[in-house]
């Protein structure tokens, strides 16, 4: 691994952190936006989901651009969408004209975040993949802390616009760093072949201290997929290995959604003050910013595979256990910063699982549609937790149906046995 190789993996660090800041933000502003427009739990939820239908759409569309013109236009334009929207949603007169710009927002976030993992995988050296797509997985988590520090600090001081204000200016400013310093793919220009290709794939080897190249070699295999779209995905190859990933997907984001958008107001519902319900779900990000470091690190000994079974069957149990244990307060908190560290070290392995499941030419679209699939789920199970809010759910209910969510997911792992990706050239 060259300081090229880790720079490129840690300016992917830097976008998913604004990632997890844009996307989570309405978690921590959610409670004051329903208040100042007397919005009900179910109308809380579709607000709290929006982003994530936007996530879904942006990964779905902007995930297979990438694998036909290159990962690191698509980060652009991505990250040009998510930061006029929200610049937007800061002057949002009503919760419709809200919801509407959480789509647009989300739909930038999706790109990025497909084209950012992809990227984050392609320059690791193979022993190292796990804990660079971990790495990556950090800045998410270390985004939505971000978010709900600010929360904290800036609502009562400045209002909730205040935040959206900020997201917005910091992802703009991010399109500089990625037109200066991020390289593009080096498999994505070895397999599609741009114009300029050769000049490019040298430059890149050039910051890698490695030969130079006088002519490209042969095409390389999943060259001919390439730009196939989903269709590449359901190829008899591949198609029991996606159909899994999606299902994983579906259920893990579920639950993760649901816990991470919902913790702080669930926590006011079981009786704790709102500062109360806002430390818990900072303190529940927090964790996560250690989950996808741990699971990369346990996954440089252990198979992937393993380590992510253990991660989800010890969230549904730490989510059994959480609200009852609210009567000695600093043993609850301790136990959501655990919850934080195995629930987002789920989302990163499946990030990581997916990423190394397939061919150069598709991997970006394999990212993606398991992206957009999973937001299926992530965008219906926040809105339902506030319709049966509504309906006379308790905040400990919530939980064990998520606690079920994870365990259905390990039971999908156990029959995963990944296709072969083909091997990278940063070996």
Not at 41 to 47: D, F, I, N, R, S
Not at 119 to 137: D, K, N, Q, S
Not at 305 to 332: D, H, K, N, S
Request: hydrophobic share 55%.
């Amino acid at each position: 691994m060259r300081a090229f190789q880790w720079r490129a993996i840690a300016i992917c660090v830097l976008l998913n952190v604004l990632d997890g800041f844009d996307v989570l933000v309405m978690a921590f502003t959610g409670r004051t936006v329903a208040q100042e427009w007397g919005l009900g739990g179910a109308e809380l939820g579709l607000l709290l989901s929006a982003g994530l239908v936007g996530m879904a759409a942006g990964s779905l569309v902007l995930a297979p651009v990438a694998d036909r013109i290159g990962r690191r236009p698509v980060i652009l334009i991505g990250l040009l969408v998510a930061g006029s929207g929200m610049l937007l949603s800061s002057l949002a007169p009503s919760a419709v004209a809200l919801g509407a710009l959480r789509v647009l927002t989300g739909f930038g976030v999706g790109g990025v975040l497909a084209c950012s993992t992809t990227i984050a995988t392609e320059y690791a050296a193979r022993r190292w993949r796990p804990l660079a797509v971990g790495l990556v997985g950090i800045g998410y988590a270390g985004g939505a802390t971000i978010g709900g520090l600010l929360a904290v600090t800036m609502i009562e001081a400045l209002g909730w616009r205040a935040v959206f204000l900020t997201g917005g200016i910091a992802t703009l400013a991010a399109v500089p760093v990625v037109l200066l310093a991020l390289p593009e793919s080096l498999q994505f220009l070895l397999t599609r072949r741009p114009s300029g290709a050769l000049d490019r794939v040298n430059r890149l080897l050039a910051g890698l201290r490695a030969p130079v190249l006088s002519e490209l070699p042969p095409p390389v295999a999943g060259a001919a997929a390439a730009g196939g779209g989903f269709r590449a995905l359901l190829a008899p190859g591949v198609r029991a290995t996606t159909l899994r990933l999606w299902a994983l997907f579906f259920l893990v984001m579920a639950g993760f959604y649901v816990v991470t958008s919902w913790t702080p107001t669930l926590l006011v519902e079981a009786g704790l003050s709102e500062s109360q319900g806002l430390t818990g779900g900072t303190l529940l990000n927090l964790g996560g910013i250690f989950g996808t470091l741990l699971l990369g690190l346990l996954a440089a000994r252990w198979t992937l595979r393993a380590v992510l079974i253990g991660y989800m069957l010890a969230t549904g149990l730490l989510l059994a256990a959480f609200l009852p244990a609210l009567g000695w307060l600093a043993v609850a908190f301790s136990i959501g910063i655990v919850i934080g560290v195995v629930v987002n070290g789920c989302v990163g392995g499946m990030y990581a699982l997916t990423a190394t499941g397939y061919e150069d030419g598709i991997r970006a679209t394999g990212v993606g549609a398991a992206i957009g699939i999973g937001r299926i789920g992530a965008v219906g199970a926040p809105t339902a937790a506030g319709a049966l809010l509504d309906a006379g759910w308790t905040p400990s209910a919530l939980y064990l149906a998520c606690a079920v969510l994870f365990v259905l997911g390990a039971a999908v792992l156990l029959g995963h046995r990944p296709a072969v990706a083909t091997e990278a050239r940063l070996q």
